[in-house]
């Protein structure tokens, strides 16, 4: 029964602290929209940056990153039980993802995970996070589309877990993140096809 308890307390706080919409709240608090009705209609850091520039950007990436760690952090410190697999912070890490994706406070509505899915991994094992977001930011720059970045990124990272921390449980949190991430991005992709996907300037 215990077991049962922290598994529901873990993803329940994580769904609710994933939930919080970053970039609503700021482009609503800054400039009285609501971001859901502007561009891709996604509250992520991209969208934001087409209503407040570049440097509300990586405040929202940095605060969505921060926002999927904290959860994982949390529950890698107090788990009680299921500690040897760590299940818990994998637990912690799914529900952030989906609260970003589909938000409580938004209807359910959200953006696609990328900033807080990275921020989970990097709370998972830093090392292989600090790749990601790097391979994300080479990719980003140079072909100027983040959705491609973001789609590659996460595509990798099962297999850099795989090769630097081997957990189980880690490894198979990063593959069912990244189809899930992936598939958030299914527009994204038709779009990057027919050479329609916006670019980054």
């Given at each position: 029964?215990?077991?049962?308890i922290?598994l529901l307390?873990?993803a329940?706080?994580?769904?609710?602290?994933?939930?919080?919409p970053?970039?609503y709240?700021?482009v609503?608090a800054?400039?009285?929209?609501?971001?859901?009705?502007i561009?891709s209609g996604s509250?992520?850091?991209?969208?934001?940056k087409?209503v407040?520039?570049?440097?509300?950007?990586?405040?929202?990436?940095?605060?969505?990153?921060?926002?999927g760690a904290?959860?994982?952090?949390?529950?890698?410190?107090?788990?009680?039980t299921?500690?040897?697999?760590?299940l818990?912070?994998?637990?912690?890490?799914?529900?952030?993802?989906?609260g970003?994706?589909?938000?409580?406070?938004l209807?359910?509505?959200?953006?696609?995970?990328?900033?807080s899915?990275v921020?989970t991994?990097?709370?998972?094992n830093?090392q292989?996070?600090?790749i990601?977001?790097?391979?994300?930011?080479?990719?980003?720059?140079?072909?100027?589309?983040?959705?491609?970045?973001?789609?590659?990124?996460?595509?990798?990272?099962?297999?850099?877990?795989?090769f630097?921390?081997?957990?189980?449980a880690?490894?198979?949190?990063c593959?069912?993140?990244?189809?899930?991430?992936?598939?958030?991005?299914?527009?994204?992709i038709?779009?990057?096809?027919?050479?329609?996907?916006n670019?980054?300037r």
């Amino acid at each position: 029964m215990e077991k049962v308890i922290e598994l529901l307390i873990t993803a329940i706080s994580a769904y609710l602290i994933g939930s919080i919409p970053t970039g609503y709240i700021i482009v609503k608090a800054f400039k009285g929209e609501d971001i859901r009705t502007i561009g891709s209609g996604s509250t992520g850091a991209t969208n934001v940056k087409r209503v407040m520039g570049k440097k509300w950007f990586f405040i929202t990436l940095l605060l969505d990153a921060f926002k999927g760690a904290l959860p994982v952090i949390l529950a890698s410190i107090f788990a009680k039980t299921f500690t040897g697999i760590g299940l818990l912070p994998v637990v912690a890490a799914v529900a952030v993802i989906l609260g970003h994706s589909k938000s409580i406070f938004l209807n359910f509505t959200g953006g696609k995970s990328v900033a807080s899915g990275v921020g989970t991994i990097l709370a998972l094992n830093w090392q292989v996070g600090l790749i990601i977001a790097a391979i994300w930011a080479v990719i980003t720059y140079f072909s100027r589309y983040v959705s491609l970045g973001s789609i590659i990124a996460l595509a990798i990272s099962p297999v850099l877990m795989y090769f630097l921390d081997g957990r189980l449980a880690y490894i198979g949190y990063c593959l069912l993140g990244a189809i899930y991430i992936i598939y958030l991005h299914r527009e994204n992709i038709g779009r990057l096809l027919r050479g329609e996907e916006n670019k980054v300037r």
